[in-house]
């Protein structure tokens, strides 16, 4: 097995490469160290691959890397590669997320055309499902993404499945329900809260806090990437969540135990593009992928306050 990961030297991209490496697989990182959040970070995020067997770590944009050559012999891909962010997705900014999210797997997805690919895993997210969406959410339920960000997700992975029909790319695409852990973004709720909880600074809370979340801890997401690209049956999409819905103003009462530390908390109005409830209901990947998440929220946030405490970054 050798896998070329987009978006590898990102948050769940570098998580995702450290496990293929860890099985004995050989990867190929490609990333291209966007502005969006500082360039340290990610470096750090990969320091501990960079140099170890197998592993190879590419700085380019999927636009302007030599797709034939990294993807020679390659059986597996995993897009991770995308622009984050809902609330930064309106207004001018949408051509970036349109390139980097639209276009970028057009280009890959025309690349694996007519090779020997076994599996190409894409990472969509719970944000194509907008507030019309019953819940717990299914995947065949009608679409109606609420922010820019959604509908460019939403966009690729109609590319995945267009590709899949026409071409026979085996395309899986997975929707990831707000993945949290070690090495989150530093624009991510947790890693903002525990950010300002650290340094005695109240955490910014939009809307009423009676919004809520299916939170993912990453080691599940990256084992349900992992077997999706093993396991997934080509041409589906799957739930990837934490199997608990949970309310922001109940969040903020976890982080004060986990940190030990008392938690205010300045209120501002609802942001346009967040959603008001997500909530997945796993039963596809559970008998496709056998997925079912390991971590609780309470363990997966202990585990991500211990490394905010000891990063550097």
């Known amino acids: 097995m050798k896998a070329l990961v987009t978006g590898g030297a990102g948050f769940i991209g570098s998580h995702l490469s450290e496990r293929l490496l860890d099985d004995g697989v050989e990867v190929v990182a490609l990333d291209c160290f966007t502005d969006y959040y500082p360039r340290p970070i990610k470096e750090a ?62 280009v890959l997805l025309e690349a694996c055309v007519g090779r020997p690919i076994e599996r190409v895993v894409y990472a969509s997210s719970s944000s194509v499902y907008g ?20 509908v460019t997700k939403l966009a690729a992975e109609h590319l995945c499945h267009l590709y899949f029909a026409n071409h026979g790319v085996p395309a899986v695409s997975l929707r990831y329900f707000t993945v949290y852990g070690p090495r989150q973004r530093p624009d991510m709720g947790f890693h903002r809260f525990f950010t300002a909880i650290m340094a005695g600074r109240a955490v910014t809370q939009y809307g009423d806090g009676l919004q809520t979340r299916d939170f993912t801890f990453v080691a599940d997401a990256v084992t349900a990437t992992h077997t999706a690209g093993l396991r997934g049956v080509p041409g589906r999409v799957y739930n990837i969540g934490g199997g608990s819905r949970v309310a922001l103003r109940d969040v903020f009462e976890l982080l004060g135990s986990v940190t030990g530390r008392p938690v205010r908390i300045d209120r501002q109005p609802p942001q346009k593009g967040d959603m008001r409830d997500t909530y997945a209901d796993t039963t596809l990947a559970r008998v496709d992928l056998g997925f079912q998440p390991g971590t609780s929220l309470e363990e997966g946030l202990r585990a991500m306050y211990r490394w905010m405490e000891t990063t550097s970054v």
């Open 131 to 150: 507030d019309e969406a019953a819940l717990p959410m299914r995947e065949d339920v009608p679409l109606h993404p609420v922010s820019p960000y959604g």
């Open 45 to 106: 995020n990969v320091a501990s691959l960079v140099g170890r067997p197998g592993y190879r770590l590419v700085e380019a944009s999927i636009a302007d890397a030599d797709l034939p050559s990294l993807l020679e012999g390659v059986t597996h891909v995993f897009h991770l590669a995308a622009q984050a962010g809902v609330r930064k997705s309106w207004g001018r900014d949408f051509q970036i997320y349109t390139s980097l999210n639209v276009d970028a797997t057009q």
